[in-house]
């Protein structure tokens, strides 16, 4: 099956094999395993999209990396051998897995493309996305389907191998590129893990490419940990589960999606727009940047409530702690609140305070709230009017995963997350190699205007919003 069509910057071709299921390199139990509270809430039942990008290495220039890849892969899923089953819903809504053993979906491609094409600076939105993680029919149900999609797309055009279809637990694609590197795109479900726990998962992948044979942490299910109390019962505040009428039009809008670059003299220059005394950490001050950016963008009425929701790791909260190697969900969000007027009046150091106040709010015992709340009230969906979330991924540093051909030049998220409204900030440098943190964002095009335009005043320069340096439009085979 073909589709073509061209481009005034760039074109290439992706030839994909046939997804092939890849199952665990020996026989794994075959049982149920319930997923957490926390796990199964509405807010996670999606496919995150995530993609690592690695450039050819000199030593492994005759290594093709797919068998390499694929076979660790295999290896890893015994130990992690929920990730080859397939998710089913219970009374209740329930979530759990059904470890059937069947394996992960894999797709193997290859692209005539250099890295060089893509520009300096390889930021999400990536326009080729759909390319690079084929969207398989049927596959984009929670339940019944793969848990994991892998997309290996090279740099080095081979010719094209037609694999049976079968179904698949774990999604990916692998993409050779003509230059002789990489691209692996990976479809998680969020239900399985939050960014923490698929770190851990990517990196005992990449120890068994470079030829371990068990992972360095062992992995630990232990879902019981973050179940609902019996009887559940509500004991915080949590004003990111709120109703709240949508005041704005519903029509439809044209969305665009920018990737927006801080390096440290823009921390530097935020810096200085709030008090010398005030204690706020990196991820305070960007957070807030964008809060305040994006509320003047949308033009919300004065008198609006805003919501900043923050995605919190609870794994330091515990008292005992969970056990190492837990790779769970253990995320709440709790909501900074505040009127439009009053974020965007006040001084900077403001809407500072209100970020740095409300990570605050997360311990054990309000994550134990959510959890009973979440069961109480069907497992309910945050509120998304006049908010927007974010999710701190920098520290995790996914461009340090090595499946034996060094650092990726990019590893993180591929693209923001569309009608939730949420943003993350991932580790990246720039196209002058500069160190610093990468946020895509979703608006309509008007607003994403403005936002960039209060962006850049905010850091004191006049630079334009970095956003991928081409238009990628592709024939695929």
């Known amino acids: 099956m073909a589709s073509s069509s061209s481009s005034s910057s760039l074109k290439f071709t992706v030839r994909r094999c046939q997804p092939q299921l890849v199952p665990p390199a020996i026989p794994t139990p075959h049982e149920v395993k319930l997923l957490s509270d926390i796990d199964d809430q509405e807010a996670l039942r999606l496919h995150v999209a995530m993609v690592q990008i690695y450039p050819k290495h000199a030593s492994m220039a005759e290594k093709d990396p797919v068998p390499v890849i694929r076979q660790a892969l295999s290896q890893t899923l015994v130990f992690y051998y929920p990730f080859a089953g397939r998710l089913r819903e219970g009374p209740h809504r329930k979530l759990m897995v059904d470890c059937t053993g069947e394996g992960a979906m894999f797709v193997e491609a290859d692209a005539d493309v250099t890295l060089d094409q893509f520009g300096d600076s390889l930021y999400p939105p990536f326009p080729c996305f759909h390319e690079l993680l084929y969207d398989v029919p049927g596959t984009q149900e929670i339940t019944n389907t793969p848990l994991l999609l892998v997309q290996l797309t090279l740099e080095k055009v081979y010719p094209s191998k037609m694999c049976e279809l079968v179904e698949y637990g774990i999604k990916m694609q692998v993409t050779r590129l003509k230059c002789g590197g990489f691209i692996l795109a990976i479809g998680l479900n969020h239900t399985m893990c939050d960014a923490p726990g698929y770190k851990q998962f990517l990196n005992a992948w990449a120890e068994m490419a470079r030829g371990a044979t068990k992972p360095s942490i062992a992995p630990v299910w232990r879902r019981e940990l973050l179940m609902a109390r019996d009887p559940p019962r509500i004991t915080c505040n949590h004003r990111e589960f709120e109703q709240v009428q949508d005041t704005l039009s519903s029509s439809d809008q044209n969305m665009v999606q920018r990737s927006f670059f801080i390096g440290p003299l823009d921390i530097a220059a935020l810096r200085r727009l709030i008090p010398q005394h005030q204690h706020c950490t990196t991820f305070d001050l960007i957070t807030a940047c964008l809060w305040r950016c994006r509320t003047k963008a949308l033009q919300i009425e004065a008198d609006q409530d805003v919501r900043m929701m923050c995605v919190v790791n609870g794994r330091g909260r515990f008292n005992p702690p969970?056990?190492?190697?837990?790779?769970?969900?253990?995320?709440?969000?709790?909501?900074?609140?505040?009127?439009?007027?009053?974020?965007?009046?006040?001084?900077?150091?403001?809407?500072?305070?209100?970020?740095?106040?409300?990570?605050?709010?997360?311990?054990?015992?309000?994550?134990?709230?959510?959890?009973?709340?979440?069961?109480?009230?069907?497992?309910?969906?945050?509120?998304?009017?006049?908010?927007?979330?974010?999710?701190?991924?920098?520290?995790?540093?996914?461009?340090?995963?090595?499946?034996?051909?060094?650092?990726?030049?990019?590893?993180?998220?591929?693209?923001?997350?569309?009608?939730?409204?949420?943003?993350?900030?991932?580790?990246?440098?720039?196209?002058?190699?500069?160190?610093?943190?990468?946020?895509?964002?979703?608006?309509?095009?008007?607003?994403?205007?403005?936002?960039?335009?209060?962006?850049?005043?905010?850091?004191?320069n006049k630079n334009q919003p970095q956003t991928s340096s081409a238009t990628f439009i592709m024939s695929t085979l």
């Open 322 to 460: 969970l056990p190492v190697g837990y790779y769970g969900n253990v995320v709440a969000y709790p909501a900074a609140v505040t009127t439009a007027g009053k974020l965007c009046r006040n001084p900077f150091g403001y809407a500072v305070e209100l970020i740095y106040k409300v990570k605050g709010e997360m311990t054990e015992e309000y994550l134990q709230s959510v959890t009973d709340l979440l069961v109480m009230k069907g497992r309910c969906l945050f509120t998304t009017v006049r908010s927007c979330i974010v999710s701190y991924m920098a520290r995790l540093n996914f461009r340090e995963v090595d499946f034996g051909w060094g650092e990726a030049v990019y590893g993180g998220m591929a693209q923001a997350g569309g009608f939730l409204g949420t943003s993350y900030f991932c580790s990246a440098k720039n196209g002058k190699g500069e160190e610093g943190i990468i946020f895509p964002i979703w608006l309509p095009a008007e607003a994403m205007e403005r936002f960039a335009e209060e962006f850049n005043h905010m850091l004191g």
